[in-house]
DNA sequence: CGGATATTTGAAATCTCTCAACGACAGTGG
DNA sequence: CCACTGTCGTTGAGAGATTTCAAATATCCG
């Protein structure tokens, strides 16, 4: 692997407090791989042999039932995925299926396991990043069942724009049929949904979205940081301060 | 505290790996307290100084929004609650209320993240821990996206039948309000959905739930050891193995 | 036995999904 | 360059599910 990489996973707050022995140890393993756009890493039920970490592209989490799917997380880099399954010696829980060609750094479940049980403040970063990622959960959960899907997807585009650096103009990162399933939508209800938001001051054009006037817009939303989590992407964190502020200020916060 | 209280937190998967002295050293300053039936222990976006243990009793884990709220879990002994705000040290996301008169031991969580630091061992299980709450979420939002409300209901059915030791008829634990708004629906239509069960073999007489006919019941619910947790209790599980079973086993699985 | 609370039922309103059709767009191959 | 084709997004109409409000009934507790 590239130094340039090892520098960038180094310096994830996962492996930050690590000594290098065990830190080269555990990427020793490891794969960087490249992945093309609407690849399944690994699917729903299957036993998990890597570590994820997403260092570039995107990645859907998925949960599939009689016939059904349902996108869970849209990952951005950098991220961890199924790091529970891998903690637990677990199968999966999720599909994991790339949305965009993707690079990957895959670490061997087993030796992660195996440093976790020598390096305690290995083992509390671990801790640490599960607890990030829960928490995103509790916060998906709340937002799913206390919202409808136009406060979902209000609250969505208020979301993207603090991650985007607060412009006007929010552009959405995938296709909308993938953004309503993640809303817990159909297709062509995210498409009323956008209209309904005219009356707010939302105009849609393509993937862009023009936010004319703010204020009626949060006060459909009503954003909250216990539902909503402006600052790191989807979920599976990859570290980031976990005191936020309300509401959110400008730019984004500090990502490690 | 009482040698006998002590003995049955030593035995849980989450403090079984530590040495005696942290395991005196984290329960030192741990309280074992008894609370009335709906006691609110901590809101929603309170700082969090101890990790809750459910010894006894039953603790409901809700979220509010815009004046909704919505029942997240329901835990049942032994349970750990609020983990992962421990181990970030950030502010509850759920408030925490009892249902039931309850005892409950707490730990204070600064020590219990300082042994966390010390004790490579007990790291790792909390991080076991953490993860298994993290696959229980996991699946309720699974649970919550893929199926509707009928379809949820049967399955909770199913999941207590299985709790309970796989009796015909299977007791309700709490309110039916609580129930529904576990389930993400009205008490009316929780109300409704008992009645539609009644085409699939269910009786309801207060908290009884009798199942007359399994089969059409099963064959509605299609119950999937990757939505459905039949063995530990609800959430904040404390030590269960993960390799499930499925179709599940007469009994409940192994705890510790 | 009250009186408060929980549950059930009905009817209307609202929200969401399904199905179908249409237009926009990109990529293909002639 | 242009038709052809498949995917994606939008729109409309009807069906279905869920919520809300209101009222009736049941249950629990003092």
Chains 1, 2 share one sequence.
Not at 50 to 76: C, H, P
Not at 133 to 154: D, M, W
Not at 238 to 256: F, I, N, T
């Amino acid at each position: 692997m590239k130094a340039a990489d090892l520098e960038r996973i180094r310096s994830l707050q996962l492996f930050s407090g690590m000594s290098e022995d065990q830190f080269n140890d555990v990427t020793q393993g490891a794969y960087l791989q490249t992945f093309p756009a609407g690849l399944t890493l690994l699917y729903e039920g299957d036993p998990v042999d890597f570590l994820y970490i997403l260092m570039d592209g995107a990645v859907e989490l998925q949960g599939t039932w009689n016939d059904k799917e349902s996108t869970l997380a849209i990952l951005r880099p950098i991220s961890t995925f199924i790091l529970a399954a891998v903690v637990l010696e677990a199968n999966a829980l999720m599909s994991a299926r790339t949305l965009e060609k993707s690079q990957i750094l895959m670490i061997p479940a087993e030796a992660f396991r195996r440093i976790m049980a020598e390096d305690a403040a290995f083992a509390v970063s671990v801790a640490r990043e599960v607890s990030g990622c829960y928490r995103g959960l509790v916060r998906s959960i709340k937002n799913q069942k206390l919202r409808n899907g136009t406060e979902r997807l209000a609250n969505y585009i208020l979301t993207q724009q603090v991650r985007q650096g607060n412009p006007d103009v929010v552009v959405i990162p995938h296709e909308k049929r993938t953004l309503a399933s993640l809303l817990g939508m159909t297709a062509e209800n995210l498409s009323r949904a956008f209209a309904q938001l005219a009356d707010y001051g939302i105009e849609v054009h393509g993937a862009e979205i023009r936010i004319l006037r703010p204020v009626p817009l949060r006060r459909l939303a009503k954003p909250n940081p216990l539902l909503d989590n402006h600052a790191p992407p989807g979920m599976g964190g990859s570290g980031k301060a976990e005191k936020e502020m309300w509401p959110p200020s400008l730019g984004m916060a500090g990502r490690a």
